[in-house]
């Protein structure tokens, strides 16, 4: 299972990287591996779309937060827990987190910030270094010999915490918490049942935290509300929270023993698909079968493992073998290959597995703040460079269409249009494909709002003639429009739809009619845009489930 351990070793490192890319070079340092072993890696997981080839440097895509996914899906902590942590911001008007313990430090797992001048920049997946928080402190009062041990440890080797990468430098003449002085604060939030952060994190941000248990009296997370000293001092700040911090730390743990309380049992918590998992195995061998060496089967069937354990409470030996198409020795090596790595561990009943908060640091925090645009875009790129036309992505906005994305092609003749350009849905192909995504009396309405013109001598203007191209796009899943919007251009469009399965956005290649027949487009192109909509649908996926990417939604 080394393999295993590579493959999530390379993916952690881009992880802890602003901006998740690193040089092949600066992989094999870090890493360290040997350089063919690390392009085998790498090949991988190219080909499984957690990673993109950019010349010799390789970047995290949206695809990894499918890991922290499936950790936040079988934690249930944000649906729980969220909206009460929301309701706790809005209340006092200040940042609220929910952080959950992960080996000696703190990972947020849920963000409520305010927002203003100086906000908390902090983002879910970020962790911190127990010493330098307030919920550190109560997850310390918890933590047995072992963890305390590898404390000190750590504490040894990096005493400013430099290897964690949400922490903030600081700058100037400061004195890092020693092991004394974060051993009083555990005691005194042990006595207290509080713990407080005065400016530990970076001046100016201080913070009050109290623990959530669960049902079992076991310590589950912590909830903090954090300020900035232009507001409070630690001392105002706990006072001014306290009271409502106290309520709201108690109706969580009520929630959580409800909730807990009220989950289905075991053999129903995680019912069977209709034949997935055959389907993923077979396909696993079949890139095997096409790539040869260079695809490490072993490290795909590991992360499809863990990106399996999404089910509340975990998954059986034998669930996880159904949903993966493994057999059940195999699915118990790679169990307990990333147990020993410390990306899964038990369930309550001992039975079964779960992911565990470390994956949230695959990557999960880099892509905080990701939107549409940088989502597509790379896959834009990818298309123009293979079908040699430039290609777009709209939103539908009123009776108009609004570009969000776009790459052209190069080309002495091309199609100049550029993100933010509006064009009338109606003469349009992506226009047509989105009016086709809503239902049909939505759709009327904004044809008959629309008061289509001729815009060439080929435009449809007639609503009946409308209403059959939309009727068209429904039934075939694309759109061709050809020289109705301007002479000399084609379009061809796909939708893109949400995790949902509802149309949001647009996908189209453009080209002028010098260049492609409406037959060589249908042919040539319409695959390669469907291919492309599937990956750019696959990311947006991963990224919306517990991040929200921008710009996906046009106006009403």
């Given amino acids: 299972m080394a393999t295993v351990e590579r493959g999530l070793t390379v993916l952690g490192a881009l992880a802890a990287t602003p901006g998740g890319r690193l040089s092949r070079a600066e992989l094999v340092r870090i890493c360290p591996l040997a350089r063919a072993t690390l392009d085998r890696v790498a090949a991988t997981l190219v080909r499984l779309g957690h990673l993109r080839a950019e010349g010799t440097d390789l970047r995290l895509t949206p695809r990894v937060l499918e890991f922290g996914n499936a950790y936040l899906a079988a934690s249930t902590l944000s649906g729980a827990l969220g909206p009460h942590a929301h309701r706790l911001a809005d209340e006092l008007d200040e940042s609220v987190s929910v952080a959950v313990p992960d080996r000696d430090g703190v990972r947020f797992v849920i963000q409520c910030p305010r927002r203003r001048a100086m906000a908390v920049a902090f983002h879910i997946g970020d962790l911190l270094p127990a010493e330098r928080c307030a919920p550190g402190a109560l997850f310390a009062a918890q933590w047995d010999q072992a963890t305390w041990r590898r404390w000190r440890q750590r504490l040894t080797e990096d005493p400013h915490a430099a290897g964690f990468l949400a922490l903030p430098p600081r700058r100037g003449p400061w004195q ?79 929630t959580l023993a409800t909730s807990l309380r009220g989950a289905p049992a075991p053999a129903a918590a995680h019912p069977p698909a209709p034949d997935p998992a055959p389907t993923q195995a077979a396909a696993l061998r079949a890139v095997k079968d096409e790539v040869g060496p260079g695809f490490l089967q072993s490290l795909a069937r590991g992360l499809a493992v863990l990106s399996a354990l999404r089910a509340p409470g975990g998954l059986s030996l034998t669930q996880v073998a159904a949903d993966t198409g493994l057999s059940r020795a195999t699915a118990r090596r790679f169990l307990h290959a990333l147990r020993h790595l410390g990306y899964v561990g038990a369930g309550a009943d001992e039975t079964r597995f779960v992911p565990l908060p470390r994956t949230l640091g695959l990557g ?173 649908e696959t990311d947006l996926a991963a990224a919306t489930e517990y991040l929200v990417a921008g710009a996906v939604t046009g106006a009403p």
Avoid: K, W
């Avoid at 005691?187 to 407080?196: K, T």
């Avoid at 100016?204 to 507001?231: E, I, N």
């Avoid at 289509?452 to 003639?465: G, I, K, Y």
């Fill in 176 to 254: 890092a918490p020693g092991a004394e002085e974060f051993t009083a604060r555990v005691a005194e939030a042990r006595e207290a049942g509080a713990a407080v952060d005065d400016q530990l994190v970076e001046p100016g941000l201080v913070a009050v935290a109290l623990p959530v248990y669960g049902p079992d009296a076991a310590l589950v997370c912590a909830v903090s509300v954090v300020s900035h000293t232009s507001r409070h001092t630690a001392d105002s700040l706990t006072a001014h929270a306290l009271p409502r911090l106290r309520a709201c730390a108690a109706t969580m743990r009520e």
């Fill in 364 to 536: 999960f925090a880099t892509h905080a703040g990701l939107t549409f645009e940088r989502i597509a875009t790379p896959h834009l790129a990818e298309l123009v460079g293979r079908v040699h036309d430039s290609a777009s992505i709209a939103v539908l906005d009123g009776t108009d269409i609004r570009y969000v994305a776009r790459v052209a092609a190069t080309r002495i003749m091309g199609v100049d249009l550029g993100v933010g350009t509006r064009l009338p849905a109606y003469a349009a192909a992506m226009g047509r494909v989105l009016l086709a995504g809503l239902d049909r009396r939505d759709a009327a309405d904004r044809l008959a709002r629309s008061a289509p013109e001729p815009l060439t001598s080929r435009t449809l203007t007639r609503q009946a003639d409308l209403t059959a191209a939309l009727e068209a796009a429904r039934r075939d899943g694309h759109a061709l429009v050809d020289q109705e919007l301007e002479e000399g251009l084609r379009s061809l469009a796909v939708p893109l739809r949400d995790r949902h399965g509802r149309v949001v956005a647009a996908l189209n290649v453009a080209a002028h009619a010098a260049q492609r027949t409406p037959d060589e487009l249908r042919t040539a192109v319409l695959p390669e845009l469907r291919s492309t909509a599937r990956r750019i």
